[in-house]
């Protein structure tokens, strides 16, 4: 009756929680077309699956569309390592995803850029986004918010061990889930703490606020994201060389991609990094930024904020170096300190006003400023 109403061709898969790997046990028919070669199949499966795993326990079996005109498949997976907590994989999947091992590793949460740059690191990449032989490339944009949705999956569900989406099939330009399986981790308990499974924390949206200048100018203070890495170095360029070296203690005008990297793409449990973004024209552009880095022990930390030349004496720095005390305060940091240039006097009075003390120390004064 379920054939008949999903339409025939059909595949037939064995349902048991004792068989993770299905065709190893010939567990998987497909191109069955009439009611009669299904009640066939159907028995010989049984047949096969009991005789392989004599002690599985058999709730019976799937029954699904057959997908015609494959042209691609692909394995997207997630497993807890014992290091990196939760992980992801992707990469070219099937029966063959050990032969080949054309995969990659991604560690959630994954945003739209970090989903494509894992996918982008595969041999099977190339393929999907330019066409292989008679196969037309993909919306690669369709398959990273696949990614990002099975990655915020992962991140909101610390119950999940191990999962495998095998294959993941492209046909006709369509995503389709063939097979899939999930592993649950006995270990995770109603009390389990949030995201104790990730080894980076999800993006933490409730410090994006809207706020403005002195002079009436809307900007948005958020935390930094991957794929602010062009505005944070549109804003390194456009710096004068006193702010830049007031910021960095030398001129900076151009950083390498790796560099800009660490700047964005940062682990929120260890460091924070706010962006001031507003709009000018019908441009986004990055006008502040403030950082704090915490130490190993996650005691004390050291911030540094710098702030676009025009933009400069509208209270922005003061506002940024407060959110960061905010953070501070939010995972019980006891002291944040800087290093500030001698000469950067503005600097120096915006700390002593939220209540730093200083130290001058031959060139430089170090600001700090005890929460406990």
């Known amino acids: 009756?379920?054939?008949?109403?999903?339409?025939?061709?059909?595949?037939?898969?064995?349902?048991?929680?004792?068989?993770?790997?299905?065709?190893?046990?010939?567990?998987?028919?497909?191109?069955?077309?009439?009611?009669?070669?299904?009640?066939?199949?159907?028995?010989?499966?049984?047949d096969r699956a009991?005789?392989?795993?004599?002690?599985?326990?058999?709730?019976?079996?799937?029954?699904?569309?057959?997908?015609?005109?494959?042209?691609?498949?692909l394995i997207v997976g997630a497993k807890k390592d014992r290091d990196f907590g939760s992980i992801i994989l992707f990469g070219m999947g099937g029966i063959g995803v050990e032969l080949?091992?054309?995969?990659?590793?991604?560690?959630?949460?994954?945003?739209?850029?970090?989903?494509?740059?894992?996918?982008?690191e595969t041999r099977i990449y190339q393929a999907l986004s330019k066409g292989l032989r008679n196969k037309p490339p993909i919306d690669v944009r369709v398959l990273e918010e696949v990614m990002v949705r099975f990655s915020n999956m992962i991140v909101d569900f610390p119950e999940i061990a191990e999962m495998d989406i095998n294959p993941l099939v492209v046909s006709e330009g369509k995503l389709l889930v063939v097979d899939a399986r999930i592993?649950?981790?006995?270990?995770?308990?109603?009390?389990?703490?949030?995201?104790?499974?990730?080894?980076?924390?999800?993006?933490?949206?409730k410090y994006v606020v809207p706020w403005r200048l002195k002079d009436g100018t809307e900007v948005t203070l958020r935390p930094i994201r991957p794929e602010d890495e062009p505005m944070e170095l549109e804003l390194i360029r456009g710096l004068s060389s006193e702010t830049s070296r007031f910021r960095f203690f030398q001129i900076i005008k151009d950083l390498p991609h790796e560099a800009l990297v660490r700047f964005c793409n940062i682990d929120y449990d260890r460091?924070?990094?706010?962006?001031?973004?507003?709009?000018?024209?019908?441009?986004?552009?990055?006008?502040?930024v403030?950082?704090?880095?915490?130490?190993?022990?996650?005691?004390?930390?050291?911030?540094?904020?710098?702030?676009?030349?025009?933009?400069?004496?509208k209270g922005l720095g003061i506002k940024l170096v407060d959110m960061l005390i905010e953070v501070a305060r939010d995972k019980n940091v006891e002291a944040i300190y800087g290093i500030v240039m001698t000469e950067n006097t503005n600097m120096i009075n915006l700390c002593e006003k939220l209540g730093f003390t200083t130290k001058r120390e031959q060139d430089n004064v170090t600001v700090e400023l005890k929460l406990k």
């Open 1 to 46: 009756m379920i054939a008949s109403e999903i339409g025939y061709p059909v595949a037939i898969k064995i349902a048991s929680q004792d068989i993770l790997h299905k065709t190893d046990v010939g567990g998987v028919i497909t191109g069955i077309d009439t009611p009669q070669l299904l009640h066939d199949k159907y028995q010989r499966l049984m």
């Open 50 to 73: 009991k005789k392989a795993k004599p002690d599985a326990r058999i709730d019976g079996v799937y029954v699904q569309k057959m997908v015609k005109n494959i042209d691609y498949e």
């Open 100 to 120: 080949w091992k054309d995969v990659s590793i991604g560690l959630p949460p994954l945003n739209q850029v970090l989903a494509h740059r894992t996918i982008a």
């Open 183 to 205: 592993i649950l981790d006995p270990n995770v308990q109603p009390h389990t703490e949030a995201y104790s499974h990730l080894v980076i924390m999800p993006y933490p949206s």
């Open 271 to 288: 460091e924070m990094a706010f962006i001031a973004e507003t709009r000018e024209g019908d441009r986004r552009v990055e006008i502040g």
């Open 290 to 313: 403030s950082r704090l880095i915490l130490e190993s022990n996650k005691k004390r930390g050291e911030f540094a904020v710098v702030v676009a030349d025009k933009y400069q004496g």
